[in-house]
T-cell receptor
Framework: DGGITQSPKYLFRKEGQNVTLSCEQNLNHDAMYWYRQDPGQGLRLIYYSQIVNDFQKGDIAEGYSVSREKKESFPLTVTSAQKNPTAFYLC??????????????FGDGTRLSIL | DAKTTQPPSMDCAEGRAANLPCNHSTISGNEYVYWYRQIHSQGPQYIIHGLKNNETNEMASLIITEDRKSSTLILPHATLRDTAVYYCIVRPRISGGGNKLTFGTGTQLKVEL
């Protein structure tokens, strides 16, 4: 089945620890995204990548880091510098073409809780 | 990006058509209308998108008014599994943030027996 896999579904970490969230896609999409969702709110963009070995900060990048060493993988690290990391994290990917109107497709998210 | 306005909640009887409105009166000529839905504790699911023509796929139909200032998402035969928050998003064909999507608070659709 083609799709976007986020793991784990639930993640607990102690305050002050870095934690890495996994996102893998087998859709052969060029662009990948990380969003954060807080209760009752819309999604906010953390980082995005439009090509391997390149990525850009989104609206709320502070306290997060990413890498894009392979087309299919875009892991997100939540560092100890992120002041309020407890949230629902969503990864998305999108096929890029000349029309630029292709939709983003999302994984099922990782719910991170800091103890 | 153009702002969108959606009712916060709607109810629909199972088996009936669910018509979800979205107002985007400041939309510009190169902006597409996208619809997503999010079932509790899951990632958003893409439904449909369009520019100015009406669109239909296996999930839904999208009706965009001639002046493009509003649109309606139609689920022709709603089921209990269609209960979700539905988001209407307007995005330029080429936009900053790698073509990021800006989600508002959407419409909570509740389908009941």
């Amino acid at each position: 089945d083609g799709g976007i896999t986020q793991s784990p579904k639930y993640l607990f970490r102690k305050e002050g620890q870095n934690v890495t969230l996994s996102c893998e896609q087998n859709l052969n999409h060029d662009a990948m995204y990380w969003y954060r969702q807080d209760p009752g709110q819309g999604l906010r963009l953390i980082y995005y990548s439009q090509i391997v070995n390149d990525f850009q900060k989104g609206d709320i990048a502070e306290g997060y880091s990413v890498s894009r060493e392979k087309k299919e993988s875009f892991p997100l690290t939540v560092t100890s510098a992120q002041k309020n990391p407890t949230a629902f994290y969503l990864c998305a990917s999108r096929r890029q073409d000349a029309n630029s109107n292709q939709p983003q497709h999302f994984g099922d998210g990782t719910r991170l809780s800091i103890l | 990006d153009a702002k969108t306005t959606q009712p916060p909640s709607m109810d629909c009887a199972e088996g009936r058509a669910a018509n979800l409105p979205c107002n985007h009166s400041t939309i510009s000529g190169n902006e597409y209308v996208y619809w997503y839905r999010q079932i509790h504790s899951q990632g958003p699911q893409y439904i449909i998108h369009g520019l100015k023509n009406n669109e239909t796929n296996e999930m839904a139909s999208l009706i965009i008014t001639e002046d493009r200032k509003s649109s309606t998402l139609i689920l022709p035969h709603a089921t209990l599994r269609d209960t979700a928050v539905y988001y209407c998003i307007v995005r330029p064909r080429i936009s900053g943030g790698g073509n990021k999507l800006t989600f508002g608070t959407g419409t909570q659709l509740k389908v009941e027996l």
